[in-house]
């Protein structure tokens, strides 16, 4: 987080812009399956979601325009809970941006179908990054019509 802190001061974002960690799991863990709820279910349990954003901000801008993570989806157990933890803090044009490095078939498999469980599309608009085998990938919630298109690589 400092890193990410001292860019945003070192590009005169500091009134625009702030970067704080994201405990997908606080204040409680989330249930596993929270998709098959119903949408009653959903909204109470993203307020649990939410509730540790009102220690960072007094009024937290929900949700969020953008939201950056890199090297996030690899344990899967804890797969699910983060597509639906960042599903309570989207709208309808929010970007998320994921820097991911795949670490398994069976998690990559897990990360696609978990966004589209809850209707999002996510794309591959980067492979190896400067040679690296990191890719960066974008994740919109679903436009009527849309697929998704990203094709991790398997590990």
């Not at 704080?20 to 596993?32: E, S």
């Not at 690899?74 to 699910?80: A, D, N, S, Y």
């Not at 400067?130 to 094709?151: E, K, M, N, Y």
Request: with cysteine; charged share 15%.
């Amino acid at each position: 987080m400092p890193g990410l802190q001292f860019n945003i001061r070192l590009n005169g974002l500091g009134n625009r812009a702030s970067a704080h960690p994201f405990d997908w799991l606080a204040p409680g863990q989330l249930p596993v399956g929270a998709a098959g709820g119903t949408s009653h279910y959903m909204r109470q349990t993203c307020k649990f979601v939410r509730q540790p954003l009102l220690r960072i901000w007094a009024d937290p801008p929900l949700p969020f325009d953008l939201i950056l993570g890199a090297d996030v989806f690899w344990v899967p157990e804890l797969i699910e809970p983060l597509v639906f933890s960042l599903s309570c803090i989207m709208h309808s044009k929010t970007t998320i941006l994921i820097a991911h490095q795949s670490r398994s078939k069976h998690s990559d498999d897990l990360m696609i179908k978990w966004f589209g469980v809850y209707g999002f599309n996510v794309q591959t608009i980067e492979r190896g990054v400067f040679g690296s085998p990191i890719d960066i990938l974008r994740i919109t919630q679903r436009v009527a019509g849309s697929v998704t298109t990203a094709v991790p690589r398997a590990a």
